[in-house]
């Protein structure tokens, strides 16, 4: 388990291809590779690898295998890469952000990055299903970083797009700084949220799921849209103006 609380960033050294896995070497921030051991686990961008060698003084070895590089953004690393990194949660360890599996959900992409003055705000593309786990001021961690929901749409057909702002010591600690709009980002939802939505939701369809046909003729008939009642209205922010409270 990890924390969400990225403890600085880490260097692609090399990377060595072999059917079906990628080995990648980082180097680690100073001080990182403190008691680490082989077998170990390390949250790198959000995606939890095992440490298969220790090749020198702070730097470790990882085997990433091909599902991992079909779901993640690991497989566009190249040499020279920067990826945010966390070790393992000890217990008794204080969660600063929310408990994450390191296990990613799916890849989401920067379609805007803004700066207004002190600030530093992504907005980020992701797609259906995983958008509707997604609430303002709820968590989601991006690169296995712990973020708060500042905004959030959802499309009628279940796309959407979610914003985070960002303070300086997140933008020192981690790689978003040199984010650019385009970029791919990996995302692990909040579980306790995808616990709930998807418990609320089977209740729903197990008990209107019967009367889903009549409820359908039933809109047609007086010109109403169900699925417009799915998705939620743009935020009335415009880049640069902060959210309403």
Same mark, same amino acid.
């Not at 803004?114 to 991006?142: C, E, Q, S």
């Not at 970083?145 to 929901?149: F, I």
């Given at each position: 388990?990890?924390?969400?609380?990225?403890?600085?960033?880490?260097q692609?050294q090399?990377?060595?291809?072999?059917?079906?896995?990628?080995?990648?070497?980082?180097?680690?921030?100073?001080?990182?590779?403190?008691?680490?051991?082989?077998?170990?686990?390390?949250?790198?961008?959000? +995606?939890? *690898?095992?440490?298969?060698? #220790?090749?020198?003084?702070?730097h $470790? %070895?990882?085997?990433?295998?091909?599902?991992?590089?079909?779901?993640?953004t690991?497989?566009?690393?190249?040499?020279?890469s920067?990826?945010?990194?966390?070790?393992?949660?000890?217990?008794?360890?204080?969660?600063?952000g929310?408990p994450?599996s390191?296990?990613?959900?799916?890849?989401?992409?920067?379609?805007?990055?803004?700066?207004?003055?002190?600030?530093?705000?992504?907005?980020?593309?992701?797609?259906?299903?995983?958008?509707?786990?997604?609430?303002?001021?709820?968590?989601?961690?991006?690169?296995g970083?712990?973020?708060?929901?500042a905004?959030?749409?959802?499309?009628?057909?279940?796309?959407?797009?979610?914003? +985070?702002? *960002?303070?300086?010591?997140? #933008?020192?600690?981690?790689?978003? $700084? %040199?984010?650019?709009?385009?970029?791919?980002v990996?995302?692990?939802?909040?579980r306790?949220?995808?616990?709930?939505?998807?418990?609320v939701?089977?209740?729903?369809?197990?008990?209107?799921?019967?009367?889903?046909?009549?409820?359908?003729a039933?809109?047609r008939?007086?010109?109403?849209?169900?699925?417009?009642?799915?998705?939620?209205?743009?935020?009335?922010?415009?880049?640069?103006?902060?959210?309403?409270p």
């Open positions: 388990m990890f924390t969400g609380i990225v403890q600085g960033t880490a692609v090399q990377l060595l291809t072999r059917e079906g896995l990628v080995s990648i070497e980082l180097a680690l921030p100073p001080g990182f590779s403190d008691g680490l051991a082989v077998g170990a686990s390390v949250s790198c961008d959000g +995606v939890c *690898l095992t440490v298969t060698s #220790l090749p020198g003084p702070d $470790a %070895s990882f085997d990433v295998m091909l599902q991992s590089l079909r779901l993640t690991l497989a566009q690393l190249v040499v020279g920067q990826l945010n990194v966390e070790r393992a949660a000890k217990d008794g360890a204080e969660i600063g929310h994450l390191g296990h990613v959900d799916c890849q989401g992409r920067l379609a805007d990055v803004r700066r207004p003055a002190n600030n530093h705000v992504l907005r980020i593309t992701v797609d259906a299903p995983w958008m509707r786990y997604v609430f303002p001021k709820g968590y989601i961690a991006v690169n970083a712990s973020l708060t929901v905004e959030a749409y959802r499309g009628p057909t279940g796309e959407g797009w979610f914003e +985070v702002w *960002l303070i300086p010591e997140t #933008l020192r600690m981690t790689g978003f $700084a %040199s984010k650019a709009a385009g970029d791919a990996n995302i692990e939802i909040d306790s949220t995808q616990v709930v939505v998807d418990t939701r089977d209740a729903i369809a197990e008990k209107l799921g019967p009367l889903l046909p009549a409820l359908e039933f809109a008939e007086r010109g109403l849209d169900l699925s417009a009642l799915a998705y939620s209205p743009p935020p009335t922010t415009t880049p640069g103006q902060l959210p309403k």
